[in-house]
């Protein structure tokens, strides 16, 4: 299968090449997954590492600016082209944006990472990721924060790595790793099933229905929905973290019962969350689990910042008559099932138009909550008034099957503990929390550390009704059910 997939991939570079031969700087184009995370208001994510150490400033952006050389989407903006098509380019990208702050507490790192939500990149300039470095001479946290398009959790931990790697060895050699699209390295189906063959002629009805009224957005367009969703809504993230002895304590726990952590912990969550908050509606009995398309392809891609992750929907509920660790093996036999056979919703969105992707993810969804935004550009007043268009009624179907729990665990990122004098303690996970999503999980384990970030919104209007007390809850009632009732606690970091 890989010498198939690499044939594709690079039929798919000669073509993607001979088309964006008159962009600048072109790197290559964007998927439609990776468009629908480009211009989503939520879809940004984080990744932060705690070390140990006086971290020099100036060496620092160094090494930022050093590295950005040897990843080409550190420095890329997006072209959209006369067709409506998008682009990574790194033609003329301004310099890499890093911030230095003092630390304080040990908690600040979220309050920085929740300021950077409240700020809108420009795709069109670029570039797409940010840095900030809360500071103290013992203890700093580096923050990385970036487009979901340019990257996944993965990628942008090991860029992490890379960026003190390159600070404990300035003279370290740089060669550009360019990024591979998923949809070069997952096989097409040889041939239509009767299923696959509906779902084709329903796709392309609704292109379409689009192309004979269609709506284009801008970069404008995104910054309005942007500053209403940001006037409107507060990123929140509860904690649960286990030290070195801790995880070893529950790794072994889950080799006994021939589980993963990541499948045990979504199990202790979604147990927890349904004794706080009772059960899902049963429309919402589902969950979603990002994969790590590397491990399940091959190691050979190098070590490059991209989006390289699948995405499945199952079924999957509690089920209080079996005990947690049998519930961690069921759904642990559904996500090995699903990643093994390559399952990922970014194929099916490939088939649509790229300019539907636009309308039906992140403008739709968002002309009822967010009504005030799409009255100040003529593209949002035009697109608000045509109840007919197709992407309301893909939006209305997608909606309605969203799943109640995303599980996404970047899992144990092999990486150095020790970058010269500094140490790297551990690191946090922020995903990009909805308003759509009641459970929303990002894991990471780095040095022996384990942490996982329980993420939600909540309006932010004064008289708004925090969540926080009851994610707390959730959270402890997870540590019990996962042995460590030693760990509650009545704080959030």
Aim: with cysteine; charged share 25%; hydrophobic share 40%.
């Amino acid at each position: 299968m890989k010498a198939r997939l690499k044939r594709d991939d690079e039929m798919n570079r000669i073509e993607w090449k001979a088309r964006g031969r008159d962009i600048p700087g072109c790197v290559r184009r964007l998927t439609n997954f990776e468009r629908y995370l480009l211009w989503s208001a939520e879809n940004s994510i984080a990744v932060v590492a705690r070390i140990m150490g006086d971290v020099d400033e100036k060496a620092l952006l160094m090494s930022i600016n050093a590295v950005r050389s040897m990843h080409p989407l550190m420095g890329a903006k997006v072209v959209i082209d006369g067709n409506h098509e998008a682009w990574f380019s790194t033609d003329n990208v301004p310099v890499t944006v890093f911030r230095a702050v003092p630390r304080s507490s040990e908690g600040q790192w979220f309050d920085e990472v929740r300021r950077e939500y409240q700020i809108p990149f420009r795709p069109e300039l670029g570039p797409l990721i940010r840095f900030v470095l809360v500071y103290s001479p013992q203890v700093s946290e580096l923050i990385a924060f970036a487009e979901h398009c340019i990257c996944d959790g993965v990628s942008l931990a090991k860029l992490l790595s890379d960026i003190l790697a390159c600070y404990s060895n300035p003279a370290r050699e740089m060669q550009a790793i360019y990024p591979p699209a998923t949809t070069d390295y997952i096989p097409k189906a040889d041939g239509f099933s009767q299923s696959t063959s509906k779902e084709m002629t329903a796709i392309d009805h609704y292109n379409d229905q689009w192309r004979k009224r269609p709506h284009y957005f801008s970069q404008d367009d995104f910054l309005k929905i942007h500053e209403a969703w940001s006037r409107r809504t507060r990123h929140n993230i509860v904690l649960l973290q286990l030290e070195p002895e801790e995880t070893r304590r529950l790794v072994a726990m889950c080799h006994e019962n021939e589980v993963t952590i990541g499948s045990s912990i979504t199990a202790a969550f979604l147990a927890a969350y349904q004794e706080v908050m009772g059960t899902f509606p049963e429309n919402r009995r589902t969950i979603q689990v990002p994969f790590d398309l590397r491990r399940h392809i091959g190691d050979d891609l190098g070590d490059f910042l991209g989006f390289f992750a699948g995405a499945f929907k199952a079924p999957f509920a509690y089920n209080w008559e079996k005990s947690l660790f049998e519930n961690a093996k069921d759904l642990h036999m559904i996500i090995q099932k699903h990643a093994s056979m390559l399952d990922t919703s970014a194929i099916d969105m490939e088939k649509f138009d790229p300019t539907l992707v636009d309308a039906f993810t992140n403008y739709a969804p968002f002309v009822e909550l967010f009504p005030e935004a799409f009255s100040l550009t003529k593209n949002l007043s035009e697109f608000a008034q045509d109840k007919e268009s197709i992407a309301f009624a893909i939006c209305r179907d997608a909606i309605s099957s969203f799943p109640g729990t995303i599980a996404s665990n970047i899992g144990r990122v092999d990486i150095p503990e020790v970058y010269g004098k500094l140490r790297l303690d551990r690191m946090f996970a922020v995903a990009p929390a909805s308003i759509a999503f009641p459970l929303f999980l990002a894991g990471i384990s780095v040095c022996g550390r384990l942490t996982f970030s329980l993420n939600y919104i909540e309006s932010a209007g004064e008289d708004s009704e925090s969540q926080t007390g009851d994610m707390i809850l959730i959270r402890n009632r997870a540590l019990e059910h996962l042995g460590f009732p030693e760990k509650i606690n009545g704080k959030a970091i």
